[in-house]
């Protein structure tokens, strides 16, 4: 058993840490999640999605110290700038990270792929009385940008750094709403059904959040993700302070819902196959016939109806 100063306890494995153990141990957790799904081939071009919050920077420094193995494989990250006055200052800090750690880094906006930004979206939906939050268009528009960028540059895979904890919290406010159609499509691998939708992997899918905190602090790289002034703060928080509090009450309940929840969203994976089409309006992938940005721009008056 290691003897160095422990940096971290695990309540509900017992496991006392030290710095370069616990790191270890996260780095495997990535490497199992990779190799169970199958979510990578030797020679992948990697876009990793980079917002500067800490579980995308984790998420890059791993995958750029795994692909270090694999000399044929690339990584590259990738960022959307939602089009705020945070942008700048946080382009600055994601260019020093990624110089660091020698990756290309490759950026588009809102602007430039949907001729608006989340400013003017957030002001539209007030002003519309939208029932629908800031979060939900912005959203939207993310999956479809980071898939549409990841194309750009000619990706095999589009590794996003959501973490045990969202994904727990998507699939109870999913449950909670009655989304079957949604619940289903929660996947640590989301598999390209055409040229046109990159197959999405979720290398952070068995990694806790705490874990993911404590490991980017431990790195050292500069972190920039302050709070949006959008963010929504209903059903997700509430999900998220309940489940921190039940852990610490019942250590090892993530865990468990998140492996009884995978298995039921398997099953019922089986049943519900997503049909995926073009869209009529703008030629992006979706499962309906008018995809969901072209939908909300819309919705807010950013296009007529077609
Ligand atoms: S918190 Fe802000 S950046 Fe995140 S989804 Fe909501 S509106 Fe978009
Ligand atoms: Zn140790
Ligand atoms: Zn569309």
């Not at 969202?166 to 449950?175: A, G, R, T, V």
């Not at 990159?198 to 920039?224: C, M, Q, S, V, W």
Request: glycine share 4%.
């Amino acid at each position: 058993m290691c003897k160095a100063e422990s940096v971290m306890s695990r309540p509900y494995s017992g496991e006392v840490l030290c710095e370069r153990c616990f790191k270890d141990s996260v780095t495997n957790a990535v490497r199992m999640a990779i190799s169970k799904y199958n979510m990578l081939e030797r020679t992948d071009r990697i876009a990793v999605g980079y917002s500067g919050g800490k579980d995308s920077t984790v998420l890059l420094a791993i995958l750029v110290e795994i692909q270090q193995r694999f000399p044929e494989s690339e990584v590259i990250a990738i960022t959307l700038e939602e089009g705020n006055k945070q942008d700048l200052l946080r382009q600055e800090v994601l260019q020093r990270v990624t110089n660091t750690l020698k990756v290309e880094h490759v950026t588009a906006s809102y602007q430039d792929m949907f001729s608006l930004t989340l400013d003017e979206i957030a002001t539209r939906a007030q002003v519309l009385q939208s029932s629908l939050s800031p979060c939900a268009y912005c959203g939207t528009l993310r999956r479809q940008g980071l898939n549409q960028l990841a194309r750009k540059i000619q990706a095999d895979k589009l590794a996003l750094g959501h973490n045990l904890d969202d994904e727990i919290q998507s699939m109870l406010m999913n449950l909670i709403r009655g989304d079957l159609p949604r619940l289903s499509r929660i996947t640590p691998y989301l598999r390209g059904v055409s040229d046109w939708l990159i197959p999405r992997i979720k290398p952070l899918y068995h990694t806790l959040e705490a874990d993911l905190a404590l490991f980017a602090n431990l790195l050292g790289y500069p972190i920039y993700h302050p709070p949006c002034p959008y963010k929504e703060t209903s059903l997700r928080s509430e999900i998220r302070e309940w489940l921190n509090a039940f852990e610490v009450k019942h250590p090892g309940s993530k865990y468990n819902l998140h492996a009884t929840f995978t298995k039921i969203i398997e099953a019922i994976q089986q049943e519900e196959e997503v049909p995926y089409r073009k869209c009529q309006s703008c030629g992006e992938i979706t499962s309906q016939q008018v995809c969901a940005v072209c939908l909300h721009k819309e919705a807010l008056g950013f296009s007529s109806p077609k």
